[in-house]
């Protein structure tokens, strides 16, 4: 379980096929502190620890299945080496839930079709899949590549949320640009909500 708060932007450093993908990814938390088998948000995903490592910088490993490439903007090659993922550690109990209840199970893949700067912030606007669309509300919560945000509003399949400047300068949203595919998590409350109204409709 995650809230959507970002506490790093690791790098990916390689990735290798052996079966399933293997992605290890540079970062700043301590190897020291991260268990194996751990669960790690990497834009998004859950993913499993499955080695770590020091040097010559901290680093991690993870395990991609072929079900999680199916449903995540992360692609049939994997992440390319370089690029800069979101990272949240998995939520302890007693850890301040600064933004919403995140599972890090991906619903599905949104695109950034619009950005605008206001003022010091940046509106962005992002299509979303026709299935998950009605999941979205204004001023409801949405996890995109990981993070937790707000949307500002929607008109049928797109919906808007205003990126502050704090959020651009400590997560990848900085160097978002329009085309980019987004992992998209909706409200696990919308979810729920959803399906008590279908099974008593």
């Known amino acids: 379980m995650f809230t ?3 506490t790093d932007v690791g790098e990916v450093l390689a ?7 293997r992605a290890r990814i540079g970062c700043g938390y301590d190897p020291a502190t991260i268990d194996l088998g751990a669960s790690i948000a990497c834009d998004g995903v859950c993913l499993t620890v499955v080695a770590t490592g020091a040097s010559p910088r ?8 072929a079900e999680t490439v199916s449903k ?10 370089g690029h800069r993922i979101n990272l949240e550690r998995a939520l302890k109990v007693g850890d301040e839930l600064g933004g ?5 199970h991906v619903d ?16 962005v606007t992002f299509r979303a899949p026709a ?3 009605g999941f979205i509300a204004p001023k409801g919560s949405v996890a995109l590549n990981g993070t937790s945000l707000t949307v500002n509003e929607v008109s049928g399949t797109e919906f808007g949320v205003n990126m ?11 160097a978002a640009r329009v085309g980019d595919a987004v992992n998209l998590e909706i409200d696990t409350l919308a979810r729920y909500v959803a399906r008590l109204r279908e099974w008593q409709g």
Do not use: C, N, Y
Not at 58 to 65: A, D, G, N
């Open 15 to 21: 990735v290798t096929r052996a079966g399933d993908l």
């Open 100 to 104: 919403h209840i995140v599972s890090g």
């Open 108 to 123: 599905g893949v949104a695109e950034i079709v619009a950005m605008a700067d206001e003022g010091d912030s940046t509106r």
């Open 131 to 133: 299935a998950l669309a």
């Open 58 to 65: 901290p680093w991690f490993e993870v395990q991609i299945s």
């Open 72 to 81: 995540t903007s992360i692609g049939a090659s994997g992440w390319p080496v």
């Open 164 to 174: 502050i400047p704090h959020t651009k300068a400590v997560t990848t949203w900085g």
């Open 4 to 6: 959507g708060i970002i």
